[in-house]
Structure formats: structure tokens, C-alpha cells
């Protein structure tokens, strides 16, 4: 049996007037984390850890929860409250995350170079 092409034109078109669509399977959405837990928290700094090379000084507790991008600054090397040798130390060029949903899963994504980490514990929902 085919389907008249006029029958699946008109479909379409009900669809896009509807506002109605669905994402494609694989595709990245913006994401926000839902009730994180010290477990996600812990996961998301692991993560963070893994990318940067080394653990991040502080994350926000409401990090990722009301937007989905993440920005880790530079960190100054200091000893007692002052610059080592007298001079500012640069540790490393401005970090931007993502935080994106994916088949159901919460992914951090580092656009920059899509290095990408799943946070199997953690629960998102589009942004």
C-alpha cells in the first residue's frame, strides 16, 4: 500500500504549524541539572578534574542548575594571599562547559574541543 504523497505533504505541514517536532536521536539539547545531589556534585567536579588537569578551586552549588553553561577562570598561584615570586601566575586559559541532554543522558560537553564526559548519576532536563 503506498501513501499518497499529498496525505504525508499535508502531515508535515500540520506538524510544523503545530509547532510540533521531535528531536533527532543522537542530538544535543541544552540541559540543566535537577536536584543535584552531593554524588552529582561529586561526579560533575571528577569530571571537571579530568578535563582541566587539575580539581577546580570551588563549584557553585547552584552550578548548572540555572543554566547550562559553565565557566571555569583562570586560577592565580598564591601563597599566603600573595602572588609566588611576587608575579601573577597564570594557571591556564578561560574554560566554557555545557551541560546538554542526550538520549536521556546528562552529557558536559567542553565546545572548545568536544571533550565530552556522561554524568551517569544526574538528572537533566532541557533548558
Known amino acids: ?16 504549524a503545530s509547532g510540533c517536532g521531535h528531536l533527532a536521536a543522537g542530538e544535543d539539547v541544552p540541559a540543566l541539572l535537577v536536584a543535584p545531589t552531593p554524588a552529582v556534585r561529586a561526579e560533575l567536579r571528577a569530571a571537571l578534574t579530568d578535563a582541566l588537569g587539575i580539581a577546580p578551586r570551588a563549584i557553585a552549588e547552584d552550578a548548572l542548575t540555572r543554566t547550562s553553561v559553565l565557566v ?3 586560577a592565580v598561584a598564591e601563597a599566603a594571599n600573595r602572588p609566588l615570586t611576587g608575579r601573577t601566575v597564570d594557571t591556564g586559559a578561560v574554560q566554557r562547559f555545557q ?17 565530552r564526559a556522561a554524568l551517569p548519576a544526574a538528572a537533566c532536563t532541557p533548558e
Open 1 to 16: 500500500m503506498t501513501v499518497p504523497r499529498t496525505a504525508i505533504g499535508l502531515a508535515a505541514a500540520i506538524a510544523a
Open 99 to 115: 551541560l546538554v541532554v542526550n538520549d536521556g543522558r546528562c552529557i558536559l560537553v567542553r565546545p572548545a574541543d568536544g571533550w
Open 72 to 74: 571555569i577562570e583562570r
